[in-house]
């Protein structure tokens, strides 16, 4: 069979399996993935589910498009700046990556909006499209979320900007 992420069953862009793996073991049953040791160099073998070990999540990837000035009239959730940096902030992060941050952490939030440093303002889908008449004509900077989707398996023919595995992972 295919080997998916649980519970959305995207099927998995990428694979580290050990030599040999996955072949169900001696007594079948194997339907979930475990990574080896470091002494094994973390590659992949398949387990029974039953077992009990640390797990890895599948997080979507989120980006944001910017939408222009002003801010959305509706779906307001909250973001009095002042409150919504976090104690660590040292000045040194982009200011639209801190906001943009606050609204990752709520499924809620479907935009940030912010003007200088005074605000991070984030709002629902109540807010619709936050474009036209949905949106106030002020000094605020909108942005509104999107997640990449799964495509399937292939690439782009058009379009290559560069990548290669080998060198693209970190150190």
């Known amino acids: 069979g295919a080997w998916v992420w649980s519970p959305s069953n995207t099927p998995l862009s990428y694979t580290n399996w050990y030599p040999g793996e996955p072949n169900s073991g001696n ?8 990574a080896y040791s470091s002494l094994h160099g973390g590659r992949w073998n398949d387990a029974p589910c039953t077992q009990t070990l640390k797990y890895v999540c599948q997080v979507p990837v989120i980006s944001y498009a910017y939408l222009g000035r002003g801010h959305c009239h509706y779906g307001y959730l909250g973001g009095n700046w002042d409150n919504d940096l976090p104690s660590s902030y040292t000045g040194d992060a982009e200011i639209p990556e801190v906001c943009m941050a606050k609204c990752n952490a709520d499924a809620r939030c479907k935009y940030v909006s912010m003007e200088g440093t005074q605000t991070c303002s984030r709002y629902s889908s109540a807010a619709g499209t936050c474009t036209g008449a949905s949106r106030a004509n002020t000094g605020h900077y909108t942005w509104a979320r999107s997640a990449y989707s799964y495509l ?3 690439y782009c023919r058009n379009g290559y900007l560069g990548g290669h595995w080998d060198n693209d992972l970190p150190s």
Not at 27 to 34: S, T
Request: hydrophobic share 20%; glycine share 36%; proline share 0%.
């Open 27 to 34: 007594q079948g049953g194997e339907d979930c993935v475990m």
């Open 152 to 154: 399937g398996r292939g």
